[in-house]
């Protein structure tokens, strides 16, 4: 087993599901192949994704891709993909994380940054792995837990990890996912199109799991939607739901009248200003089929 760097285009043209799935060419087949049961970390390119270090996952076979001999799918355990509460640049307060990237004269090596697999150490996983869970924000530090002690992250910098197991706690992943969802959807109602906030200057909209927890989604920012409290409360239950074209769906015989005025602002869901952070459709079907109690 060994640690690596996947490289995920949000919009890329391979078959990937970063919660689920890694499409990659044959070339990287046998470094892909050492990550088996390990960790990896998925690097966003700044061209269409947030440049930088954005997440773990764990890989638990590989798979060939059999519409053609030259691809081939990591999977991925979607219970293990955590998103980091900061992006990870290259550079850290020691330097470029990945020291195989670093050049004499200590500039990246271009060549070596475009490769889509590539091993990392267990040192250089962890320290990247250490500086996404670290929040320079205080809101979003006062609402993730401290790292736990035994078997996963601590208060120190420097903790390692195990060697097959990371072990992050609920509280720290939501925090994460709620950064992510705030952000994408600049701190407003999908649905509503309200923004509110607080006396304390902090946003009232919520994080909501297109595929809930409960039914193992993942926390993924394209398994979200920004909501308020009560539409959140609305979407979950299933009285509202949301097609693969964005458009809102309503179980109108169980919404109550004072709650329809939330829901006449649009037809269609405010989607993000970043398409790459717009729902998932495999993520939209699932509500849709398990939550949605409408027609």
Known sequence: MANAVFLHKPSSKYDDNPTERYHFPHIYLR??????????????????????????????????????????????????????????????????????????????????????VRPISRDEFNA??????????????????????????????????????????RKLRDAAFKRQIREAYNETCAISGLRIINGGGRPEVQAAHIQSVEDNGPDWVRNGIALSGTIHWMFDRGLVSVADDLKILRAEKLIPDEIRLLLSRSEYLLPPKNANFAPHPEFLRHHREHRYKGD
């Open 128 to 169: 990247i792995v250490s500086a996404g869970m670290t929040s320079t924000n205080d809101a979003w530090l006062d609402e993730a837990a401290r790292f736990t002690e035994t078997g996963g992250f601590s208060d120190q910098p420097q903790t390692t990890f195990g060697r097959s197991l990371v072990t992050v706690t």
């Open 31 to 116: 470094v892909a192949e050492q990550t088996v049961g390990d960790h990896i970390v998925y690097f966003e390119p700044k061209r269409d994704g947030a440049h930088g270090y954005v997440a773990i996952a764990q890989v638990t076979r590989i798979d060939p891709d059999p519409s053609s001999s030259k691809l081939f799918y990591a999977r991925i355990d979607p219970a293990s993909y955590v998103p980091f509460l900061s992006v990870v640049r290259y550079e850290g307060a020691g330097g470029i994380f990945e020291h195989a990237l670093r050049m004499p004269d200590g500039s990246v090596n271009q060549g070596l940054r475009q490769r889509a």
